[in-house]
């Protein structure tokens, strides 16, 4: 594998469940967290912990998506950004979704292990960015939201 994919897949464990130098994962922020803490919202509007989960596990489907192409079929959550939460919102709902996180985030780690060093300067369907910026950028998410599930299980107490 080139260094630069080594690099990446490293940066992506980082943020979701490896040790870094940066503290709290978010595989880590999810950890002991129960249905009903999941469920629980700082306010009226606000996103709660099971929202940004599913949010989550999106964001890593659509990176994964745009780096393999249409290969890869829809996301299996419906809408796709901000996915419903499954009624009853129970606990084994509430490890199936974790476990769905943790699927897409394995996922996504195979896409980007197969891919070539030269592939990461390829710009993304929009065009906006490369992806090795695609890639880093999903695990940047992952802290920004990793950073909000702290601060929601903060407030709740």
């Known amino acids: 594998m080139a260094p630069v994919i080594d690099l990446l897949l490293e940066v992506l464990d980082q943020a979701f469940d490896r040790k870094s130098w940066h503290g709290t994962t978010l595989r880590g922020a999810l950890r002991g967290v129960t249905p009903k ?3 629980w919202r700082p306010g009226p509007g606000r996103h709660n912990v099971w929202e940004l989960t599913l949010h989550a596990a999106y964001w890593k489907y659509a990176v994964r998506r745009r780096l ?8 299996d959550r419906k809408p796709s950004n901000w996915p419903a939460i499954p009624d009853p919102a129970d ?3 509430w490890k199936r979704d974790v476990a769905f996180l943790d699927a897409e985030h394995r996922q996504l780690r195979e896409v980007v292990s197969g891919l070539s060093a030269a592939a990461l300067k390829r710009r993304s369907p ?3 960015w490369t992806y090795a910026e695609e890639i880093h950028g999903v695990a940047a998410h992952d802290l920004y939201h990793t ?3 702290q601060l929601i299980r903060r407030l709740m107490r």
């Open 68 to 75: 393999a192409g249409a290969t890869i079929r829809s996301f």
């Open 147 to 149: 950073g909000q599930i």
């Open 91 to 93: 606990l084994r709902a």
């Open 126 to 128: 929009r065009g906006v």
């Open 37 to 39: 803490e999941a469920l």
